[in-house]
């Protein structure tokens, strides 16, 4: 076997591409900075900097934004990314919706939408479907293929990296086996990267969310499935098989069968288990404030109408008083493993409202050695779209060598 000889030539040439990465690097997470900053944060020469900027400025992916305020002297120039050299188109899939949106290279979305997912029959396919919504966008907003950077798609459950597979999810999905990202590999010219949706949530949280500044901390979800995803030294943590925070796995206790569905924690603590479980309840009961408002305004009980009745119906309250019991020791046995300073919980929890995460609160303070703070999101919607533009952002400038 032949060692591989890298020349001098080749060595100051790799040097000089890794450097120009740390500088763009840091151009795109700081907004704005000078040659002066960048020299001393990198520890490079003034010279080695202004040779870098002028390289990615005459390839447009940097650009002048101004002067520093000086009282005398030379202005220093300031720097940025140019937020509009490329763009992430980011996809966050769900069970019967699709949001999508636009975004730059500084992470700001430029366009969002979101809508019901269309019948397979309509398109062929739902690979086809999405594809032709990517193309619908991109024309309404007069951006040409050649100007994306990255599409970034969250997939509902454990996925393929290598085709963009769903490899396991709790509820079912019409597409879950298209290889989305061999699909729209073939038809857009541009990186396809494909994550479980709760991944990219989390990396949302922490861009953007209730989690930024924060090391280590969770996003849960329990809207038909239970998962979690993961932060830990501010890296996202997936495991060796991308399934780390399936938790919906866990089984509820030592003496269960796991060989049976109905003992996994999922069986017991998503959202449409607790409705149904209430609404038995209510109509069983017959005589319920809660029973009677859904009749009498034919709604269907949600979380947001579940919270408002928390502390006017007793049998809404006993039950969502089981449930911060049942949410509560996952969290505590969660925490005990992983030592984390938050919690967030997003999707449809959210509107159970704060009188519930309040109690949720004081049933972990009690019973847990190491308390977390527990949090609801604060961009829950767009928790996956911000999160896949930042991956599209990350990949792109990792992948530019000038």
Request: zero cysteines; a positive charge; proline letters at 0%.
């Given at each position: 076997?032949?060692?591989?000889?890298?020349?001098?030539?080749?060595?100051?040439?790799?040097?000089?591409?890794?450097?120009?990465?740390?500088?763009?690097?840091?151009?795109?997470?700081?907004?704005?900075?000078?040659?002066?900053?960048?020299?001393?944060?990198?520890?490079?020469?003034?010279t080695t900097i202004i040779t870098i900027i002028d390289s990615l400025m005459s390839h447009g992916l940097v650009k002048e934004n101004g002067f520093v305020p000086t009282k005398r002297g030379r202005k220093p120039v300031?720097?940025?990314?140019?937020?509009?050299?490329?763009?992430?188109?980011?996809?966050?899939?769900?069970q019967t919706s699709i949001y999508l949106g636009i975004s730059n290279l500084l992470g700001d979305f430029i366009y969002i939408t979101n809508e019901n997912v269309a019948p397979e029959?309509?398109?062929g396919s739902f690979s086809h479907y999405l594809s032709h919504k990517i193309t619908e966008i991109l024309t309404d907003n007069n951006i040409n293929v050649n100007e994306l950077a990255a599409i970034v798609?969250?997939?509902?459950?454990?996925?393929d990296d290598n085709t963009g597979r769903i490899s396991y999810a709790a509820g079912n999905a019409v597409w879950e086996s298209q290889p989305i990202k061999l699909f729209l590999e073939e038809k857009f010219p541009c990186s396809v990267i494909v994550k479980n949706d709760i991944n990219l949530s989390t990396i949302g949280e922490h861009?953007?969310?209730?989690?930024?500044?924060?090391?280590?901390?969770?996003?849960?979800?329990?809207?038909?499935?239970?998962?979690?995803?993961?932060?830990?030294?501010?890296?996202?943590?997936?495991?060796?098989?991308?399934?780390a925070g399936e938790i919906g796995f866990s089984i509820v206790s030592f003496d269960a069968n796991a060989s049976l569905p109905e003992n996994r924690i999922e069986s017991r603590i998503t959202l449409n288990n607790l409705y149904g479980d209430v609404w038995n309840k209510i109509i069983n009961n017959g005589d319920s404030p809660l029973l009677y408002y859904c009749e009498s305004t034919e709604q269907k009980l949600n979380a947001k109408i579940l919270g408002e009745y928390y502390l006017l119906d007793?049998?809404?309250?006993?039950?969502?008083?089981?449930?911060?019991?049942?949410?509560?020791?996952?969290?505590?046995?969660?925490?005990?493993?992983?030592?984390l300073s938050l919690i967030i919980l997003g999707g449809e929890i959210v509107d159970l409202g704060n009188v519930f995460l309040e109690d949720l609160q004081k049933y972990i303070n009690r019973n847990c050695f190491f308390t977390p703070r527990i949090r609801y999101s604060s961009i829950d919607k767009y928790s996956g779209l911000i999160g896949a533009a930042s991956i599209g952002i990350e990949e792109f400038l990792k992948s530019v060598s000038g």
């Open positions: 076997m032949k060692n591989t000889i890298i020349s001098s030539k080749q060595n100051q040439e790799l040097f000089e591409i890794q450097n120009q990465k740390k500088v763009l690097k840091l151009v795109s997470e700081n907004g704005h900075i000078t040659i002066k900053d960048l020299s001393k944060k990198l520890d490079l020469s003034v300031i720097y940025s990314i140019n937020e509009n050299y490329k763009y992430i188109v980011a996809v966050d899939l769900g029959e309509d398109y798609v969250g997939n509902i459950g454990v996925v861009k953007k969310g209730a989690a930024q500044g924060e090391s280590n901390f969770a996003f849960f979800r329990f809207d038909i499935g239970v998962k979690a995803g993961i932060i830990l030294n501010n890296k996202l943590y997936e495991g060796s098989n991308g399934a007793n049998i809404a309250n006993k039950a969502l008083t089981e449930f911060i019991i049942r949410l509560g020791n996952l969290i505590i046995n969660f925490t005990a493993v992983m030592n």
